[in-house]
């Protein structure tokens, strides 16, 4: 890892060496390879064979496979990356009582799906079904991120709540469907004189098949006749992800998902499993949170606490109200493999592997090849629609996806941090007291902490889709307005002038103005492109929200200011350059495409609206999206047309919009595709019925190969408990706490806290505390006497949660000790 100075320093070396030799003109930008070609391959036992053939360079998707495992670490031509931040759940249509035909849901009922967590024998299945390579998950959280170990006692006593015990859950459900008007005839619960058969949707792929298997059995132990579908993602996606809910065309699918990078904070997960707020699929708009859970979530998101305490209580209650929701039950972590050829080097995530980062397309290489071509195998490719708006959120569409945009910052994959890419600078205020934190080596970030932030006036404070304008917050605000944060962000002097989109169009200041109006007005109703899914997200961020105001338009500054805050400084960001960061990017002048197809009601941004419409969920990539964009783009040439006229055309010029159609119509001429991105890599060609994506090198790519070149191996801690087998009641006991990285000693300055609990034999936290640092790679914990005379007599552990700084997953180490009279 390296700070902003560092990356700098790299530059200037690789400009040297360039120059040195006279030879500035034969300076690799961007990719260090010419050509990506991703290619379908489902099966990791295929994808390991044909690593070893070399018809793949890598496999970009993650198993838990232990016999491919195996096969991997037996050969010496293969190599893989460690994944953790994969997880399996169980993911259920909520809708109900009863669905539009009449048949009774029974997971329609929180009471059954709250019980249903106690069905799962989660030990069982991350040993027999995950051979191991998996850890038993009883919440959203991912034990490895910090925010496990912020609220470890509450979640150790749900987990023990919640503990496998079929004979409990078989009584709440027994009395829950009875409630419903349910019959339980010959041991099978009927509805109305009709068995009531649950749909089990589970994917084909991989553990998941196994999975289904295993829930249905346990259904059935409970009295329900169970189908279990097995299907593809491909196959599967339309019908849980897309369908109806209300159509019940399923009960139960088998979910897989997989945290992009390395998450410092999940205060944002509870919306997105939870409630409306963020994902716009019909599933999601038909969840009907418990109230109290749709607050705390929200609350958490807004950063609506001021301690970390606060934080704690908010987070430790919306764990409890999510088991009593439980839309989605969650049954393993996984810890994952992604298997490449020994000679190939890829930045990889430790949470998203290879597709949760935008480092990949910079960092592939062969050994110290320059140009050809690298064969990336994945698990499923082109599974849905591409657009930048609300396109597909797909790790498996992202793998390609985020290599052809490019970002204001980039994540750090070990550490989840953000390092500068086109920011260079930004200041970051705060209100004094709030638990904001930077690091060391930040050095393009400053804080500060004040009494009160004043928004200035001329800010702009609100989108007012009718009169197509920002209302200033002294109109909306006369009596004036304060804000908990205030950041500045600055981009680079040079980013109009070295910045292309794929099509050639230089980047400029409409490409980020158009995309963040478009964010506010799809969620107004008086808007031509109103979605009913963006407007939760459009309230959620009003009551946050507190302006924005451009201090110069080149170099680009502007001031952003909010409620919402985040405890790491380099986090307080809000990055225009790439507004619709989960989904991709796009020139303003295709975007307007797709605001003109949806406006005719042929196409939709989002998945929901285009179910609402009858219309396609738009694909600028491939598909039936094309023919339709390329009517538009006719439409838009005839008459020079700009979306929001009334605001843009003081940024956007008459001969910009001429010259940007004509150069859209151009690509499409050329590429048969309108996706057009600002990235390292372009998109060639999408390929749906072989399943195929073909990505070429950019070479106005305005960074050097290389620039990224430094994230070799994390520094993921090894942990080892050393403490007496018995301990006295009523005396001192002490346990030392061994922490190393590939043998060496891990030093103190790199390990934030080591938290201990200790538990007893039924698994209650007895008592918690940190352990202190004794010198590099030492730690000791010391029970008082008193502490230890209230251990119960027998079997006890202690449980230590290591948390270094050089990465951003937390290693776990235990001891167990008896406590005798």
């Not at 080097?345 to 597709?355: E, I, K, N, P, Q």
């Amino acid at each position: 890892m390296f700070n902003s100075k560092t990356r700098i320093a790299i530059l200037a070396v690789v400009l040297l060496f360039v120059l040195s030799f006279g030879a500035l003109a034969e300076q690799r930008m961007g990719t260090w390879v010419d050509e990506v070609i991703i290619v379908e391959e489902p099966s990791v036992t295929t994808a390991v064979s044909r690593l070893k053939a070399g018809d793949l360079d890598i496999w970009a998707s993650s198993s838990t496979d232990s016999n491919a495992f195996n096969a991997v670490r037996e050969d010496p031509a293969l190599d893989y990356y460690q994944v953790f931040g994969s997880y399996t759940e169980l993911t259920f249509n909520p809708v109900g009582p009863t669905f539009t035909d009449g048949r009774l849901n029974p997971l329609g009922s929180r009471k059954i799906r709250e019980a249903t967590n106690m069905l799962l024998d989660r030990d069982y299945i991350a040993q027999e079904i995950y051979g191991g390579l998996a850890v038993p998950k009883h919440n959203m959280l991912n034990g490895s991120f910090v925010d496990y170990s912020r609220v470890v006692e509450t979640a150790r006593a749900l987990e023990i709540k919640y503990a496998y015990d079929v004979e409990k859950a078989n009584e709440i459900i027994a009395e829950e469907m009875k409630s419903l008007g349910a019959e339980l005839v010959n041991g099978k619960w009927h509805y109305k004189g009709e068995l009531i058969e649950i749909i089990v949707l589970a994917r084909s792929e991989d553990e998941r098949s196994q999975l289904g298997d295993y829930f249905a059995q346990q259904l059935g132990r409970v009295g329900f006749a169970v189908k279990v579908d097995y299907r593809s993602g491909a196959e599967a996606s339309p019908i849980w992800m897309l369908g109806d809910p209300w159509a019940g065309q399923w009960h139960v699918y088998t979910g897989g998902w997989s945290a992009p990078v390395v998450y410092r904070d999940q205060g944002h997960i509870f919306n997105q499993m939870y409630t409306r707020r963020t994902m716009s699929a019909p599933l999601w708009q038909a969840m009907e949170p418990i109230p109290e859970l749709d607050e705390v979530s929200d609350k958490l998101y807004r950063k609506e606490f001021s301690t970390m305490e606060e934080r704690t209580a908010l987070y430790s209650r919306a764990l409890e109200l999510a088991y009593e929701d439980s839309p989605r039950i969650f049954v393993v972590d996984q810890t994952s493999f992604l298997p490449h050829r020994a000679e190939i080097s890829v930045a990889s995530d430790l949470a998203g592997g290879v597709s949760g980062t935008g480092l990949w397309p910079m960092t592939i290489r062969r050994g110290d090849e320059v140009g050809g071509r690298i064969t990336m195998g994945a698990q499923q490719v082109l599974v849905d629609p591409w657009n930048p708006v609300e396109g597909s959120n797909q790790s498996f569409d992202q793998l390609a996806i985020r290599a052809t945009f490019d970002r204001g910052f980039m994540t750090d994959p070990f550490t989840g941090n953000y390092h500068p890419q086109h920011i260079v600078q930004m200041e970051v205020t705060v209100e004094e007291g709030l638990p904001v934190s930077k690091s060391p080596d930040s050095d393009w970030v400053t804080l500060d902490f004040v009494p009160e932030i004043e928004v200035p006036g001329d800010a702009w404070a609100e989108w007012d889709p009718v009169n197509q304008r920002f209302i200033t917050v002294a109109e909306k605000f006369p009596e004036g307005l304060t804000a908990t944060r205030k950041s500045v962000i600055h981009y680079a002097d040079d980013l109009f002038d070295t910045v292309k989109w794929h099509d050639g169009s230089p980047y400029t200041v409409g490409d980020m103005l158009l995309t963040y109006v478009l964010d506010w007005d799809r969620g107004y109703e008086e808007s031509q492109v109103y979605d009913p899914s963006a407007a939760p997200s459009l309230q959620t961020a009003l009551k946050s929200f507190r302006g924005i105001k451009i201090i110069s338009l080149d170099p680009f500054v502007y001031e952003y200011y909010t409620e919402s805050w985040s405890l790491d400084a380099e986090m307080n960001i809000s990055d225009i350059f790439a507004v619709y960061f989960n989904y991709g990017t796009a020139p303003w002048h295709t975007l307007a495409l797709g605001m003109m197809a949806e406006i005719n009601g042929e196409l939709a941004f989002s998945s929901s609206k285009a179910n609402s419409l009858g219309a396609e969920w738009l694909g600028y990539h491939a598909g039936p999206s094309l023919p339709i964009l390329k009517k538009h783009l006719d439409s838009a040439i005839e008459t020079n047309y700009l979306p929001y006229e009334n605001f843009l055309s003081d940024f956007i010029s008459e001969e910009e919009i001429a010259t940007r159609y004509a150069n859209a119509k151009a690509w499409y001429e050329a590429k048969g595709h309108f996706w057009i991105g600002n990235g390292p890599l372009y998109l060639e060609k999408a390929y749906p019925t072989e399943r195929m994506v073909h990505l070429k090198r950019f070479e106005d790519y305005p960074f050097p190969a290389g620039t990224w070149s430094g994230f070799d191996e994390p520094r993921v801690a090894e942990v080892e408990v050393i403490g007496p087998k018995r301990v006295k009641s009523g005396e001192q006991a002490v346990f030392q706490i061994d922490i190393s990285f590939k043998g060496e000693a891990y030093k103190m300055e790199d390990i934030q806290e080591v938290k201990y609990l200790v538990l007893d034999a039924a698994g209650n936290v007895a008592f918690s505390g940190y352990g202190s640092g004794i010198f590099d790679g030492w730690f000791e914990v010391k029970l008082t006497p008193e502490e230890t005379a209230q251990l119960p007599i027998g079997s006890n552990t202690i449980e230590v949660i290591v948390l270094p700084t050089l990465v951003g997953g937390a290693t776990f180490g235990s001891h167990t000790f008896v406590t005798l009279p």
